[in-house]
Structure formats: structure tokens, C-alpha cells
């Protein structure tokens, strides 16, 4: 009887323990998704190149639809398109992040009150 309240008590011990593990990982992982973003948002409204670069894979792709045609821009031409300094009234926000084993979805809005545009980016990790 007392051997098994023990295995009981380190089974449960070690179920917390993982459990634990497993939420602070998740807790850095989505620290590490809200940098990125945050480095997309920042670096597009404060025309910073450099700070893009970190928001980006060097290879990746800007996929965009308007006017029901797909726009597919180099993302090295998308982040030459910003100028050191040249800021912009751009207003961004995270949306949500979702996190479910190996990979990730985050959604960022962006606003552009003086164009009177509003964009949604969606990432995939």
C-alpha cells in the first residue's frame, strides 16, 4: 500500500514536471513568434530594412490578392521598398497566435489611416 501511494505521488510528480516543461516552452515559442512580429510591425512602420531582414526567412515570398489576382513579390524587393528613416503612419497589432506542436499560425493587422487601407498578414512557422 505505501509503494503504491509513492509510485502514485512520483507518477504525479512527474506528470507536473512535463506538463510544466511543455507550457514553458510553448510560453518562449510564442515569445519568440510575438519578437518576429514585433520586427515585422516595427520595421515596416520605421522604414528599418535591417529589422525586416530579422522578421524574414532570407528566401521568402509576399503572396498578396487584389482585384482577384495574385500578386507574388521577391521578399528582398518587398523590404527594398522601405528607406532607413522614411516612417510611415502605420498602425500594427498581433491578432492572435496559435501554436499546436512543430508549427504555428499568427495573424498581424495593419493600418494605413492616411491611405485609408487596412491589410491582414497572416505567418506561417
Excluded: C
Amino acid at each position: 500500500m505505501k509503494f503504491s501511494k509513492i509510485v502514485l505521488i512520483l507518477l504525479t510528480i512527474i506528470f507536473q514536471s512535463t506538463v510544466f516543461a511543455q507550457t514553458a516552452n510553448k510560453k518562449s515559442e510564442k515569445g519568440q513568434i510575438e519578437e518576429t512580429l514585433m520586427h515585422y510591425i516595427e520595421g515596416t512602420k520605421n522604414a528599418e530594412p535591417e529589422r525586416l531582414q530579422k522578421a524574414f526567412h532570407p528566401d521568402f515570398n509576399l503572396y498578396s490578392v487584389a482585384k482577384d489576382s495574385l500578386r507574388i513579390w521577391k521578399g528582398q524587393e518587398y523590404i527594398g521598398n522601405f528607406k532607413d528613416g522614411k516612417k510611415s503612419n502605420r498602425i500594427g497589432r498581433i491578432l492572435f497566435i496559435d501554436i499546436e506542436n512543430d508549427a504555428a499560425i499568427a495573424k498581424v493587422e495593419i493600418l494605413m489611416p492616411e491611405k485609408q487601407r487596412n491589410y491582414t498578414t497572416i505567418f506561417y512557422y
